[in-house]
């Protein structure tokens, strides 16, 4: 992903005119996501790909065309059963392509999307890639939107719910591009080390903090993204973090706990749980009123943390936290999906 | 731990002496489990750690002593939080060994244990560390049980639970020898990846089966112990399994799952899902009732398979599925922690 956008960039600035090949929908289970995907730079230098086998030549010959019509086109390749593996589809299906032409005066705005992109900053850019418009675009940040005004409250709605995919009736194309969410685990034990493989499972971008510099080490978390040696509320206090942050508080110990669980109930991240046993918790609780927290505050608590799965070890309890933590965000019941009759997606 | 049962088996064999040491319990969150931790023969040779830290040399001390007075002990090694680190505890907390003198006449069906590991075969071994009859062993597997008929039992109800711990008011420790449990995931799907890797953190051995040969390939399941190219019913049909066996159904297609789960419904495994829209599970059940299930059955089928946790990306579905798979094993109920009254471990 970062890798066409750096060398698109490139290009813009130097003024060389690029197809951008963006995947909107992939039907069957399709081993990619969409997005921007691939680059072809009127020198006919090619950047990415879009499925890693022998679409790629179509795709290429096509970006030639859209860079000497110099019009938008959509596209769909479809692959038979039989032609799947070949192509990286596993299970064959169709794949929706938009493929533009960008320059400095159709896309006036492209480094903007670059450099949010590069400093990690979210936005979302919604391309009409059907219709009389196709070709337009917006581009919405957290502080800034430019564009047709219906084109950007799509993609301010998409950026919210950080998703990316088709939208108005098929007819746009939002792409939302936000880092990974964060996991903190407070905590550097052997349960915090099982909880950081699965949440890197999850794609979290995963801390590590204890004030016990012993513990807090690379060499015991090396799946972590980052190992900080901190008071937990004091590095909670500093660190950056947003409504799809979430916090596992596996300390065990109130000392380190509540002055923590002081900040975080009060701070804007989307989930807070607390390892512990239920007398552990009653404690804890009666300790967060003696602070002077709100009721409000103290429900936000997940406490004792996890789904109840009866798990014991590690790596059980840190399946029990993670489904919590993906059932919280989506309000789902826990219940067994054969018990249930609502959606199985969210 | 095969490292110390590999080491001591070629000792016995030579008939040199040596002193096994048992981790039979910790206290504090520990950085090992239960079970045979360290040996030292009499000629001084070392295998294996209790801490990977400085209990070590006390331990060794007392391995000598043990062999010179040819008498079993007990013993705890306290460790303050200072010293948590030294010793390799996470947290500080007490550890208690059993350390036992062993040769041919002390325990004579000491090989009998090796060889049920070596092989895979699941064996318990009762040993009595306090009391009148320190030392004394039972040993039992599916086919055979020695020793005195009450210790015969604890060690016989342990291997039934595959638990390892103190028992018989904590005059007994059982450690019980069982191969990782097996989960096999039918149909080499992006979503059989993510269960693959998620499975393997919990400590299965996992195998991965599907009839197309272009997509059960070890380079697309690096992680899976097995990648199997078959028939999934013809697989299923001829494969070990047992009651903690997960069977994981995500081939999506009608073709192999219908024959697959007539043989996996009738077979002894512990947990069957089957993934797929509600649609798709209707007509699976019709199918399944067609090809002449039975309700009890059919009834076993978890389908759509996993929690409802809103989950839509392949891993999402992971953490649902594993979830459903530990919580069946326990009974649970899948709520919030949070919200429930009961214990937090099974």
Redesign the interface.
């Known amino acids: 992903l970062h890798e066409v956008l750096d060398a698109t960039a490139a290009w813009y600035r130097q003024g060389v005119p690029f197809a951008l090949v963006h995947v909107v929908r992939v039907f069957g289970?399709?081993?990619r996501l969409p997005g921007v995907a691939m680059a072809v730079a009127a020198s006919g230098e090619v950047v990415g790909s879009v499925s890693g086998g022998c679409i790629e030549g179509a795709v290429y010959e096509e970006c030639l065309q859209v860079l000497e019509n110099q019009q938008s086109v959509s596209r769909t390749y479809g692959v038979t059963d039989d032609d799947a593996?070949a192509v990286g589809l596993?299970?064959g299906g169709d794949i929706d392509v938009f493929i533009e032409p960008v320059d400095h005066e159709r896309h006036p705005r492209f480094l903007d999307v670059v450099t949010a992109v590069q400093d990690g900053e979210p936005v979302a850019v919604a391309t009409v890639v059907r219709g009389d418009s196709i070709g337009a675009h917006a581009i919405v940040t957290a502080a800034a939107a430019t564009g047709e005004s219906a084109l950007v409250d799509v993609a301010r709605s998409m950026l919210r719910r950080g998703t990316t995919g088709l939208a108005g009736g098929d007819d746009v194309f939002v792409e939302t591009f936000t880092a990974p969410a964060r996991l903190i685990v407070f905590g550097?034990?052997?349960?915090a080390r099982?909880l950081v493989?699965?949440a890197k499972?999850?794609?979290y971008h995963v801390t590590v903090c204890d004030a016990?510099p012993?513990?807090a080490t690379r060499t015991r978390f090396p799946d972590a993204d980052e190992v900080v040696v901190d008071q937990p509320y004091r590095y909670m206090e500093g660190t950056k973090v947003d409504s799809r942050t979430v916090l596992c508080v596996l300390t065990?110990d109130p000392k380190f706990d509540v002055p923590l669980l002081q900040v975080a109930l009060r701070s804007p991240v989307g989930y807070v749980g607390a390892l512990g046993?239920?007398r552990t918790h009653d404690d804890r609780l009666a300790r967060l009123r003696e602070a002077g927290l709100s009721d409000d505050e103290i429900a936000r608590?997940?406490?004792?943390?996890?789904?109840?799965?009866?798990?014991?070890?590690p790596?059980?309890t840190?399946?029990?936290i993670?489904?919590?933590v993906?059932?919280a965000?989506?309000?789902?019941?826990?219940?067994?999906?054969?018990n249930?009759?609502?959606p199985?997606?969210?």
Chains 1, 2 share one sequence.
């Open positions: 289970s399709a081993p593996f596993t299970c550097a034990t052997d349960f099982a493989s699965a499972l999850l794609g016990r012993v513990f065990h046993s239920r608590l997940r406490s004792p943390i996890g789904l109840d799965l009866g798990a014991s070890t790596e059980e840190a399946i029990s993670l489904a919590e993906i059932a965000g989506r309000d789902a019941s826990g219940q067994p999906l054969a249930t009759s609502g199985i997606h969210s």
